[in-house]
């Protein structure tokens, strides 16, 4: 889960189809060992915030009924948040909060929602990456991680996941 359509994910109404969204299927293809089609891909915020500044509370709070049926209708086992926004909404279901997403980048949790106990990896966000490259790094541990309990869970291509 991202944050927010940027811009050539508002042109094409798909997300992470920019430069973020190269670098995220390259990970998803190089180390989870699975294609882009394998897994869903959404955002916090369904709608492109002007200036391409950081989504607000309020539209956070628009868009999460849309959010919460999206994943009430796959039932992921597991959900990848990618950024600070993703990390705060989905991690409020369960009553965690977090001052930094580097303080809590790579954890995995473990939460109740709809009706289910998902795990929960958070990371930082692709873009973030593109503009910081040494950051680059987290991203590639974070995904190594993701490797290790797809694997200690022994899944298949049939895995409901939620990037």
Aim: proline share 7%; glycine share 6%.
């Amino acid at each position: 889960i991202g944050e927010a359509p940027g811009f050539q994910e508002d042109v094409q109404g798909r997300p992470f189809v920019g430069a973020a969204g190269k670098l995220l299927t390259s990970l998803i293809e190089s180390i989870l060992g699975m294609r882009r089609d394998d897994v869903y891909i959404t955002n916090v915020v369904k709608c492109r915030p002007p200036n391409n500044r950081d989504p607000r509370p309020e539209e956070i709070n628009t868009c999460s009924p849309y959010l919460d049926s999206q994943i009430e209708i796959i039932k992921p086992d597991i959900i990848v948040c990618l950024g600070r926004h993703s990390a705060k909404y989905i991690l409020s279901k369960a009553g965690i909060s977090f001052r930094s997403i580097l303080a809590i980048r790579g954890k995995t949790f473990e939460i109740s929602y709809c009706d289910k106990i998902i795990k929960v990896i958070v990371t930082i966000h692709p873009a973030a990456a593109l503009y910081r490259p040494p950051w680059r790094k987290f991203l590639e541990e974070d995904f190594n991680k993701l490797k290790g309990l797809l694997t200690l869970k022994n899944e298949k291509v049939t895995l409901d996941m939620f990037i």
